[in-house]
């Protein structure tokens, strides 16, 4: 059964900082693996898609890397603002069936 | 461009009153569709997914159902609201099951 964690749960740092947030699952077998932001009260803007063959993507400030052998995924932010902060979920589209699955976030708090 | 419209945006309703809530999609045809629910400080649960009218798979039986009446509408229903059923409500489509999800903004519901 395919399990996603996400550690920190929570993360403050200030602005301006280089920061990595994690996820890592239990298992190899996934089409994609997909970072989202949400804002408190609000729906999930997606951020980066790494496809299963991809090692990373990137977008502006954000890259992403997958290293599907280890079951670990990586969000970078680079140079940090305080409109960084929100609560960053990955999820795992596994190749077994049509859900994706879960981490429970990570909240950055960027402080100014 | 797609846009995915999820409404209400916050919703009040008392134990054993019926619910729907309405979403759609615009700018893609014959998309992939879903609910998900998210409870406090945990991962989204998925509900229901449809791949095309009328063609609906639950994941979790409970008190709810859902319906695609049309290829870019999905509603999400209760004849009787539990006060287990307060909670924050998502609608998302993709364009295939392996693909990027886009995600609404979201319905916060409670029940009182």
């Known amino acids: 059964k395919q399990e996603v964690t996400q550690i920190p749960a929570a993360l403050s740092v200030p602005e301006g900082e280089n920061l990595v947030l994690n996820c890592s699952f239990t298992d190899s077998a996934i089409y994609n693996l997909q970072w989202f932001r949400q804002d408190p009260g609000k729906g999930l803007t997606s951020l980066l898609l790494i496809q299963s063959s991809q090692r990373e993507q990137t977008s502006g400030r954000l890259n992403a890397s997958l290293d599907k052998s280890s079951g670990r995924s990586t969000l970078y932010i680079a140079a940090s603002q305080p409109g960084d902060s929100a609560t960053y979920l990955c999820?795992?589209?596994?190749?077994?069936?049509?859900?994706?699955?879960w981490g429970a976030g990570t909240k950055l708090i960027i402080k100014p | 461009s797609q846009t995915i419209h999820q409404w209400p945006a916050t919703l009040v309703q008392p134990v054993g009153s019926p619910l729907s809530l309405e979403c759609t999609v615009e700018g893609t045809s014959n998309p992939n569709l879903y609910w998900y629910r998210q409870a406090a400080g945990r991962g989204l649960q998925l509900l229901f997914y449809s791949v095309g009218i009328g063609q609906i798979s639950s994941e979790v039986p409970q008190n709810l159902s859902a319906s695609r009446p049309q290829d870019r509408q999905f509603i999400l229903s209760s004849k009787k609201l539990l006060l287990s059923d307060s909670g924050f409500y998502l609608c998302?489509?993709?364009?295939?099951?392996?693909?990027?999800?886009?995600f609404g903004q979201g319905t916060r519901l409670t029940v009182v």
């Open positions: 998302a489509w993709s364009t295939a099951m392996n693909t990027e999800a886009f």
């Open positions: 999820a795992v589209r596994p190749r077994s069936n049509y859900q994706l699955i």
